[in-house]
């Protein structure tokens, strides 16, 4: 029973688990935290959900306490080892636990190992680096292999990824993620709750993604538009997507007018619909 474990901190104490500033450390020992983050994650029939960087097991624990039937938990750290095979063998075997980097992972091929459940969904506090990137990573998944995420970074990472034209965290992250799912962002955490405490509080966010008709298809390209574009925030659109224009061999001022686009606009004027336009010509180009 999870719910017979020593508390965190014990076991924080037990291993020796100090925070390694190097990976980002910053736990989350407060149940009541990992508990509301892991009800966003339900419901859990017929679903497998991957914790990426379990540390201690915080929101481990709190996965299966509310009822997750397979969780596959990728942690590099491994000093936290012990701690989340004595969770594991409290889970009644619904806890594997992978020594790796997720980055190198093949979550696919790992969920299809256990038995593939109809939905895989992610479940995740990570440094923001590590964490940013392998959003990227998920989103740009062909086929998307994950039907919702819920993740923490720090606050303003989250309000990038639910920013909407206008707002001064829009760029690439809102782009793209809102390109091929439904955000939410779901409460702040503010620093003092982890130990030890960041620099900066953190947020929760929720990613659901849209069914296929909804979701836009060619997301690698929306990436090279979207990173050519807020490479370089400052310049008007003829300027900055100068290069891509080139490799795709169109002309940058045809491409903008036949999308509807100002070519002396900034990148952050356009909204995800409008840079899809632009993606959608380069691929037709292609
Ligand atoms: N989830 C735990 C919690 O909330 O208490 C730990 C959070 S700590 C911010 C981030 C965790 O991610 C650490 O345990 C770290 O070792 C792990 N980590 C960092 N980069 C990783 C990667 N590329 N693959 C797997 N785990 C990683």
Known sequence: MIETLPTLTEVVKQYHLYANK??????LLDMNITDKIS????PFNNVTVFEVGPGPGGLTRSLLKEGAEQVIAIEMDDRFLPALADVGAASGKRLRVIDGDALKIDMVAEAKNDGAAAEIKIAANLPYN???????????AEPIFWTRAVLMFQKEVAERVVAKVGDSGYGRL???SQSVCEVDYAFTVLAHAF???PKVDSAVVVLNVLEASNRYSHLTTLGEVT???FGQRRKMLR???????????VDVQTWCETCG?????RPEELTPAQFQTLTDYVVNAA
């Open 39 to 42: 009800r966003l994650v339900t």
């Open 239 to 249: 300027k900055s997507l100068k290069n891509i224009a080139t490799k795709y061999n």
């Open 22 to 27: 190097k990976l980002g450390q910053h736990f």
């Open 174 to 176: 809102a782009i793209l």
């Open 261 to 265: 686009v100002d070519s002396q606009q």
């Open 195 to 197: 130990s030890p405490p």
């Open 130 to 140: 590590v964490g940013t990137k392998l959003l990227i990573n998920w989103l740009t």
């Open 227 to 229: 990173k050519a574009a």
